[in-house]
């Protein structure tokens, strides 16, 4: 079993949908979890960062943590075709760590 | 600003070939990273190094080299190609935590 968890898609949803994307892992320890978009044919970069439980927002995006669950999700708020990529889930047990990351989810926001 | 500069775009090699990736950042940061991104197995690492001078195994090391002499520059070495690396590779930076990617090189390995 792999130490984190991520659905492959593709998920395609109309324009202006919630969109919901999640990631399961199974080490307790981990305290830091992020969220990057990468675009096709490009490198992935930063979207959210957040550390142990809660919620974190900015603008059309929220991730939220549930240590308890082992389970963290990145949602979309008004979706737009832009937001259309691969957006993949990594974590790790501190900043001097090594980040495990899930394998992507691809989305598709149909206009 | 550039950032993090990969070469080649893309490549077809035959195997038993070797071939050198080159990464070169401008942002002056300590830590760089090589990774191999397959479909449905994300992202596995491949070396380090956390600062110039030092190397360090990521998680699938294994017919991959690296050396990082200087703070700007992490080429990342195939020895003798086999099909089985056949996949897109990234480099990264970090700083804060955050990493920073290249756009990749497309490895094909015949």
């Known amino acids: 079993q792999k130490e984190v968890e991520q659905d492959p898609g593709p998920l395609s949803v109309p324009e202006g949908a919630i969109v919901s994307l999640n990631c399961t892992y199974s080490n307790s320890a981990f305290q830091y979890f992020m969220w990057y978009r990468q675009y096709s044919r490009k490198g992935p970069e930063l979207l959210m960062y957040?550390?142990s439980s809660g919620n974190k927002e900015d603008g059309r995006f929220t991730a939220q943590v549930d240590k308890s669950s082992k389970y963290i999700s990145l949602f979309i708020r008004d979706s737009q075709p832009s937001d259309s990529a691969t957006y993949l889930c990594a974590m790790s047990k501190g900043s001097n760590y090594q980040l495990i990351w899930g394998a992507g989810t691809k989305l598709i926001i149909k206009p | 600003i550039a950032g993090i500069t990969q070469a080649p775009t893309s490549q077809i090699l035959a195997a038993g070939r070797r071939m050198t990736l080159r990464c070169t950042q401008d942002m002056r940061h300590n830590a760089m990273y090589w990774y191999r991104q397959d479909l449905g197995l994300g992202l596995r690492l491949i070396h380090y190094?956390?600062?110039?001078?030092?190397?360090g195994k990521g998680e699938v090391p294994d017919g991959y080299s690296v050396s990082r002499a200087n703070t700007d520059d992490f080429p990342l070495t195939l020895a003798s190609a086999v099909p089985s690396q056949t996949s897109v590779y990234f480099c990264a930076s970090s700083e804060g935590g955050e990493l920073f990617f290249g756009e990749g090189s497309r490895l094909t390995v015949l």
């Open positions: 190094s956390n600062t110039a001078g030092t190397t």
């Open positions: 957040t550390y």
